[in-house]
């Protein structure tokens, strides 16, 4: 059993949003996306997503996108992104996962859960002081984007796993590379591996990448790795 990653895969295959549009590399990602998916995972994996998933709207839309990434191999485990509209409450997440027979993909909202000998928790984040137009209902939601990285890493204290591995769709360094509120969680709680998103084209040449005061740090958005899910659990 091996854990992968990768996030941001905008998958539209129930909604009419081409990504090419955000640059040549993205033509027929989720062709190549699909292939290399199942050339690298293997059905007792598990591949842990970190937002993005789909670009529906709401629920009933994004039917075919989770479809879609049913039918790969491995156990998947998804976390909310800034443009997952879809993501509602947890009683209507797992009652659609379940009306729908997805058996192989479970939401993270708040809690944790165990893979092997890792914890696996996370939360969306969002912007930080810092970043560009960081205005006062960024604050809001970054104050409670903590909150909700707490309640999770709370859980995985819990489950008696040797270490743990954060999920954030956000980066939590700011667009000056300067750690904050949310690396201060991490450091806290034990974090050893921090996995994100979000950053894309040029934002991506920015990200803070490898070990820092003892969190390994990792983007994983899907253009960052080729579209090609990348394997994280290492030692």
């Given at each position: 059993?091996?854990?992968?990653?990768?996030?941001?895969?905008?998958?539209?295959?129930?909604?009419?949003?081409?990504?090419?549009?955000?640059?040549?590399?993205?033509?027929?990602?989720?062709?190549?996306?699909?292939?290399?998916?199942?050339?690298?995972?293997?059905?007792?994996?598990?591949?842990?997503?970190?937002?993005?998933?789909?670009?529906?709207?709401?629920?009933?839309?994004?039917?075919?996108?989770?479809?879609?990434?049913?039918?790969?191999?491995?156990?998947?485990?998804?976390?909310k992104g800034n443009h997952d509209y879809w993501w509602t409450t947890r009683s209507k997440l797992d009652a659609f996962l379940a009306a729908?027979?997805?058996?192989?993909?479970?939401?993270?909202?708040?809690?944790?859960?165990?893979?092997?000998?890792?914890?696996?928790?996370?939360?969306?984040?969002?912007?930080?002081?810092?970043?560009d137009d960081f205005s006062a209902e960024d604050r809001k939601i970054f104050l409670r984007e903590q909150e909700r990285l707490r309640l999770?890493?709370?859980?995985?204290?819990?489950?008696?796993?040797?270490?743990?591995?954060?999920?954030?769709?956000?980066?939590?360094?700011?667009?000056?590379?300067?750690?904050?509120?949310?690396?201060?969680?991490?450091?806290?709680?034990?974090?050893?591996?921090?996995?994100?998103?979000?950053?894309?084209?040029?934002?991506?040449?920015?990200?803070?990448?490898?070990?820092?005061?003892?969190i390994d740090y990792r983007l994983v958005a899907a253009d960052n790795l080729h579209f090609t899910p990348v394997a994280v659990d290492m030692?």
């Amino acid at each position: 059993m091996a854990i992968y990653a990768i996030s941001d895969l905008h998958l539209a295959v129930g909604v009419d949003k081409p990504m090419d549009v955000f640059g040549p590399e993205w033509a027929d990602y989720m062709i190549r996306l699909k292939q290399n998916w199942e050339r690298v995972v293997g059905p007792d994996d598990t591949v842990l997503m970190p937002g993005d998933f789909s670009w529906a709207t709401y629920l009933p839309e994004a039917v075919a996108d989770f479809r879609w990434l049913e039918a790969l191999p491995g156990q998947k485990i998804l976390t909310k992104g800034n443009h997952d509209y879809w993501w509602t409450t947890r009683s209507k997440l797992d009652a659609f996962l379940a009306a729908q027979g997805f058996s192989s993909i479970r939401i993270l909202h708040n809690d944790a859960v165990r893979v092997g000998r890792w914890a696996i928790c996370g939360a969306r984040g969002w912007k930080s002081p810092g970043d560009d137009d960081f205005s006062a209902e960024d604050r809001k939601i970054f104050l409670r984007e903590q909150e909700r990285l707490r309640l999770s890493l709370r859980a995985a204290a819990g489950l008696g796993a040797d270490a743990t591995i954060a999920l954030l769709h956000f980066p939590p360094f700011n667009a000056q590379r300067e750690p904050g509120a949310y690396v201060d969680i991490l450091r806290e709680h034990g974090v050893r591996r921090c996995l994100y998103g979000h950053l894309h084209g040029r934002g991506r040449y920015a990200a803070i990448q490898g070990e820092r005061d003892g969190i390994d740090y990792r983007l994983v958005a899907a253009d960052n790795l080729h579209f090609t899910p990348v394997a994280v659990d290492m030692d």
